[in-house]
C-alpha cells in the first residue's frame, strides 16, 4: 500500500469512527428523551391547578343566655336540686346540643337550649333547642353521645298517609266491635305543628255497640315526634 492510500484509509477510519460516536450520542439522547417528552415534562411542571377553597359548614349563632348556665339564684332552684349530682355534664350537654342545632341549616340563631322536663329523667337527660325562627330540635344524651346529626322535630313528623293509618289502628283498637267500623275518609283532615313536629288526623267513623245500634262519632288522632299517640272520640248526634 502507498502512503497515499495509507492516509486516505486513515482518513476513512476516522470518519467511520466519528459517525458511530455520532449515532451513539444521538442514540442515547432519543432513549433519555424521546420526542416531546421534554416538553410534555415542562408542561406538567409549569401548569397551575386552582380549586376554590372547600366551603365552611354551616354554624348559626348561638345566644349566650341560650347556654347560661342553671344556678339557684337564677330560679333553677328545683332544675339544681334534681340534677345536682350531673349539673355540671348537664351543662356541657345543653352546650354540645345547642351547637349541634347550630350545625343544622334550618336553623338561624339558637335561643334557647334546656333540659326537659317532660322527657327523660336524672339517668337518661333529654334536651331541647330552639331557634329564633322557631324550629325545635330534641336530643337524648345517647344522641349528643354519637354526636347523630341534628334532625328538626318538623322534619321528624309524621306524614298525612302515616297518620291516617295510624288513626285507623287507633280507632279499631278502641272500637267495641272493630269489625263495624267504617271510616269516613272524605271528612278526614289533617295537620302539623311545625315547631313541635306534632300531627293530628281528624276523621269520622261509624261503629256497632253491643245492641247491634250503630253510632256516630268523630276522632282526633295526635302524635307526637318520640312515638307516643292519643285518641279523643265524640259520639256525634243525628
Known amino acids: 500500500m502507498t502512503a497515499s492510500n495509507a492516509n486516505s484509509a486513515r482518513r476513512t477510519g476516522i470518519a467511520i469512527a466519528s459517525a458511530s460516536l455520532f449515532v451513539a450520542a444521538a442514540a442515547v439522547a432519543f432513549f433519555s428523551n424521546p420526542p416531546g417528552s421534554s416538553v410534555k415534562q415542562q408542561a406538567v411542571k409549569n401548569v397551575s391547578v386552582k380549586q376554590a377553597a372547600p366551603a365552611k359548614p354551616y354554624k348559626a349563632p348561638i345566644e349566650p343566655y341560650a347556654i347560661k348556665p342553671y344556678t339557684a339564684a337564677g330560679g333553677y332552684a328545683e332544675t339544681v336540686a334534681k340534677y345536682g349530682p350531673r349539673l355540671a355534664e348537664l351543662q356541657a350537654y345543653r352546650i354540645k346540643a345547642a351547637n349541634a342545632a347550630a350545625a343544622n341549616e334550618a336553623c338561624d340563631k339558637v335561643i334557647m337550649s334546656e333540659i326537659s322536663t317532660m322527657r327523660g329523667g336524672l339517668n337518661d337527660m333529654h334536651f331541647w333547642v330552639d331557634c329564633e325562627n322557631g324550629t325545635r330540635f330534641r336530643f337524648s344524651e345517647s344522641e349528643l353521645d354519637a354526636n347523630a346529626a341534628a334532625v328538626s322535630e318538623s322534619d321528624k313528623a309524621l306524614t298525612q298517609d302515616q297518620a291516617q293509618d295510624r288513626c285507623r289502628q287507633l280507632i279499631n283498637d278502641a272500637a267495641t266491635h272493630p269489625s263495624t267500623v267504617r271510616i269516613n275518609w272524605l271528612s278526614g283532615s289533617y295537620g302539623k305543628f311545625n315547631q313541635t313536629g306534632a300531627t293530628e288526623y281528624r276523621v269520622k267513623f261509624s261503629a256497632k255497640n253491643s245492641f ?27
Open 212 to 238: 247491634n245500634t250503630e253510632l256516630q262519632f268523630a276522632a282526633r288522632c295526635l302524635f307526637q315526634t318520640d312515638g307516643g299517640s292519643e285518641l279523643t272520640v265524640q259520639e256525634q248526634q243525628g
